[in-house]
Nanobody, 115 residues
Framework: VQLVESGGGVAQAGESLRLSCVVS????????LSWSRQAPGKERELVAT????????SYVDSVKGRFTISRDNTKNAMYLQMSALKPDDTAVYYC?????????WGQGIQVTVSS
């Protein structure tokens, strides 16, 4: 299974970015998925999850109301729309299954938010 994250970059506080994750080599639509992030010197943090059909969503408190997770099972793709970005959102973002056993982690995508 290959995970490819894209769409990160540098943003000013208050701006928006949209992350994409494309999965190949697995029955994508069978699994609940997640976005997580890891900031320098910190542990990886679960940011958002989405059920296999996209009906059930969850978010860490720090991003509620600002981030939206979604998926398109016809494209084997998952997205994270990030709005009202804050410097604390700076991290490398990763996509994967919600529950173990996880797929091999991709390289992640850097998001940097400046104040």
């Amino acid at each position: 299974v290959q995970l490819v994250e894209s769409g990160g970059g540098v943003a000013q506080a208050g701006e928006s970015l949209r992350l994409s994750c494309v999965v190949s080599g697995s029955t994508f639509s069978s699994y609940a998925l997640s976005w997580s992030r890891q900031a320098p010197g910190k542990e990886r943090e679960l940011v958002a999850t989405i059920s296999s059909l996209g009906v059930s969503l969850s978010y860490v408190d720090s991003v509620k109301g600002r981030f939206t997770i979604s998926r398109d099972n016809t494209k084997n793709a998952m997205y994270l729309q990030m709005s009202a970005l804050k410097p604390d959102d700076t991290a490398v973002y990763y996509c994967n299954k919600k529950n173990p056993p996880f797929w091999s982690w991709g390289q992640g995508i850097q998001v940097t938010v400046s104040s």
